[in-house]
């Protein structure tokens, strides 16, 4: 994996979420799901002066979730959207999936996702949670590789994590996306 892009004079982005990603997902190697709390340097000294860091958001009001909350998110949903190339077509397809450290795990039968997954191209996953009346929802998307899990002792740990798949059709392999990118975004709280 090769960190973000540098900008100018070694400083990283100025996208918070491009800025944190990167230590984030390099943190996966050391066995921990997800660090604690990691950040470029003056954004820690800002956190640490203020004790609770506020809320960052985006162009359109949206609050930025940290790379751990979107983690804990997707974790949260049973159900997220995979999308990926097929055929020349945008495929977007629902899939019951669960987390395994970073990355975002599903099973499948064979068809369009195991073809999509067994060639390396990129995709995306999608997952969201909405309240309607209250007006609220996030949505975490994932951007990555697809990988069929081969190795019968992942195959093994994988089958262990509880996941079950909806519908009554046997789907007998693993899809791993390992992920370049996570970002996250909610509806800022409203008091009404």
Partial sequence: MRPPPVTRAGELPKDPVSRDVW???AAGASGKAYPDRISAPTREHEMAA???????????????LPFGECLD????????????????EVMILPV????????????TAEGSKLAGAGVGYPVTFEAD?????AEA???????????????DDQVRRL????????????RPYWVRIRPLSVTGRQLPSVTR
């Fill in 96 to 107: 019951n999936h669960v987390m395994d450290g970073h990355s975002v795990v599903f099973r």
């Fill in 73 to 88: 998110r997707l974790a949260s949903v049973p159900v997220g959207r995979v999308g990926f190339l097929s055929a020349g």
């Fill in 137 to 151: 929802g996030w949505s975490v998307v994932v951007h990555g590789h697809a990988e069929v899990v081969e190795d």
């Fill in 129 to 133: 949670s909405y309240d309607t009346a």
């Fill in 159 to 170: 089958d262990g994590l509880g996941l079950r798949s909806w519908g009554s059709a046997e």
């Fill in 23 to 25: 230590p984030w997902l």
């Fill in 50 to 64: 203020q004790k609770q860091p506020s809320a960052q958001t985006d162009h359109a009001g949206l609050e930025v």
